[in-house]
């Protein structure tokens, strides 16, 4: 497995809908795993294939938070929403791509999620909690959308500058 490189806000790539994964390959078997080395590696709960560059619709989570209880990975190939609650929660997101930002956003509280396994099983599982406000947040990556796109134009823009001075900070060194 390999740790790959987090693209950092704003790359174009991280705004483009993702393409439909059409094949189950070693390759992408290869790149999951990958994208579990470098989330847990971040650390972080969810990455999406946009965020290391992969412009398929593949996510991968794990929002088990307590260290004394079994880690629950998961890898969600063509992942679709196929239900929402009426109900929503709140949670203060962060993401991998915008590193040390965090604002609140409003989210339903449950959703189901239908998607294939890396063996090209078709699963459908209900989300609720942090599992569902990860699935959502990993999903509109696949669709060319971060969580800043729901904030005031102007957090959007102050987080935007943060990132791009971040950028600019990594290429000096």
């Not at 950092?8 to 790539?13: E, K, Q």
């Not at 390959?25 to 294939?49: F, H, I, N, S, W």
């Not at 005031?152 to 900070?169: A, H, N, S, V």
Request: aromatic share 6%; glycine share 4%; charged share 30%.
């Amino acid at each position: 497995m390999t740790i790959r490189p987090i693209l950092i806000h704003p790359d174009p790539r991280l705004k483009k809908r993702c393409d439909l994964v059409t094949d189950i390959t070693d390759e992408l078997r290869r790149a999951a795993d990958d994208m579990l080395q470098t989330m847990y590696d971040a650390p972080g709960v969810g990455l999406a294939g946009p965020q290391v560059g992969l412009m398929k619709r593949i996510l991968v989570m794990d929002c088990v938070k307590d260290p004394d209880a079994a880690p629950k990975p998961m890898v969600l190939i063509n992942p679709e929403i196929t239900w929402s609650s009426e109900a929503v929660n709140t949670y203060e997101e962060g993401c991998l791509s915008i590193p040390e930002q965090y604002a609140e956003v409003t989210r339903p509280a449950e959703v189901a999620v239908r998607w294939l396994t890396l063996d090209g099983t078709a699963e459908e599982e209900r989300f609720d909690g942090l599992w569902a406000t990860c699935v959502q947040h990993e999903i509109d990556h696949l669709d060319g959308k971060l969580f800043i796109d729901y904030l005031t134009p102007l957090k959007r823009q102050l987080i935007t500058r943060k990132m791009q001075k971040l950028k600019r900070e990594q290429a000096r060194l």
